[in-house]
């Protein structure tokens, strides 16, 4: 009998992107809201599955939750693409426009799956560098641009791990660059101070992601979605997603969560003054930190090794991102703003390390 098949060879040069699954008391590794949905929030979802017709495939083209999605940002509904989570939307892009023969454009330090979803489908990734303190000249994109010609320019905003928002002048400079499509990432846009969203148009080669992960309290739900031009929609809808690919239980949650939109910015609020205070607590540290827009914090212990104090902190039962292998984040941590008493417990157990 023969044996397995071989292996791409591309898929085999790359570790998956994976969080540790520790148990420890504070968790605060992965970006998730520290808060669960509202009650009400969940029963309605329970209510509602009550009543589903499960034994029915799900409506295909997820209508009902695109249109809601788009009274919500202020589009049409056409204007909206709906997956399972957004590393979905992002590989469903990629199927679209990337592939053999084409290349995608990432900054680094950036969020891995860009690349890692570039290599899965097949498509060359074009790497451009953020200056030492991570922000991403124009000059820098115009060079790629040139170098390479990308199909897809990923720009994450607030840039995952390092927190800072792309400005709008340097997302309407990389439009300008051309050529090909621009896919702004925002999965932490709701703690920033602004978003791409007021640039997308019909006619603009655009895409904005989002995630209900984050701010909705609704990371186990796996639902992400896209604004972008309509025949960019049509696109993803025609030869990237499977028939079905959204269930109706997710359908149903991603519409229920936008009743609470009150409750999920009053979390939003929340957790930026708490970023802003834990930001100050770490400046009395022995830590270099860097100014973030998102729900997380990027520091480098001075003294010792970032994986050091990794291990050193889950032994007290804290858990942080270890970012020391990344590209560009020798020594760095990445720690997700919690609750308040998260926060606390992380800061005291920090300092006791260092």
């Known amino acids: 009998m023969a044996g397995s098949p071989a292996l791409r060879k591309e898929l085999g040069v790359f570790a998956g992107y994976h969080s ?88 680094e330090p950036t969020y891995a799956m860009h690349g890692t979803i570039a290599r899965m489908t097949g498509t060359t990734e074009l790497k451009g560098e953020r200056s030492d303190d991570f922000s991403l000249s124009l000059a820098e994109v115009r060079g790629v641009v040139r170098r390479g010609a990308p199909s897809v320019t990923f720009l994450c905003s607030p840039n995952n791990p390092t927190g800072r928002a792309e400005p709008r002048e340097l997302v309407e400079g990389v439009l300008a660059l051309g050529p090909g499509l621009l896919v702004v ?122 994986s050091e104090v990794w291990q050193d902190l889950v032994d007290r039962s804290v858990l942080v991102r270890d970012c020391s292998s990344w590209p560009r984040l020798a020594g760095c941590l990445r720690v997700t703003i919690g609750t308040t008493a998260e926060n606390d417990a992380f800061l005291a157990a920090l300092e006791d390390v260092l």
């Open 185 to 306: 990432d925002e999965a932490y846009a709701q703690f920033a101070p602004w978003t791409a969203l007021s640039l997308v148009a019909d006619e603009v080669p655009l895409v904005v992601t989002r995630t209900y992960s984050k701010t909705w309290s609704m990371a186990g739900c796996r639902l992400g979605y896209l604004i972008g031009p309509a025949s960019i929609v049509t696109d993803l809808w025609d030869v990237a997603a499977l028939p079905y690919h959204v269930d109706t239980v997710k359908q149903a949650a991603g519409r229920l969560a936008l009743r609470y939109t009150d409750e999920m910015e009053n979390r939003v609020a929340h957790l930026v003054a708490e970023r802003e205070r834990v930001a100050a607590a770490l400046g009395r540290l022995p830590v270099d930190t860097w100014p973030s827009d998102a729900n997380f914090l990027l520091l480098r212990p001075r003294s010792r090794p970032g």
């Open 20 to 107: 540790a699954q520790v148990d420890v008391d504070v968790r605060l590794n992965t970006n998730e809201s520290p808060f669960p949905p509202p009650p009400a929030f969940l029963a309605g979802l329970a209510d509602a599955v009550a009543s589903m017709a499960l034994h029915r495939y799900p409506d295909r083209s997820c209508t009902d939750l695109r249109a809601d999605l788009a009274r919500l940002h202020g589009v049409r509904p056409d204007q909206v693409f709906v997956a399972n989570g957004s590393n979905e939307v992002l590989q469903c892009l990629l199927l679209a426009y990337g592939g053999p023969g084409r290349t995608a454009a990432v900054f």
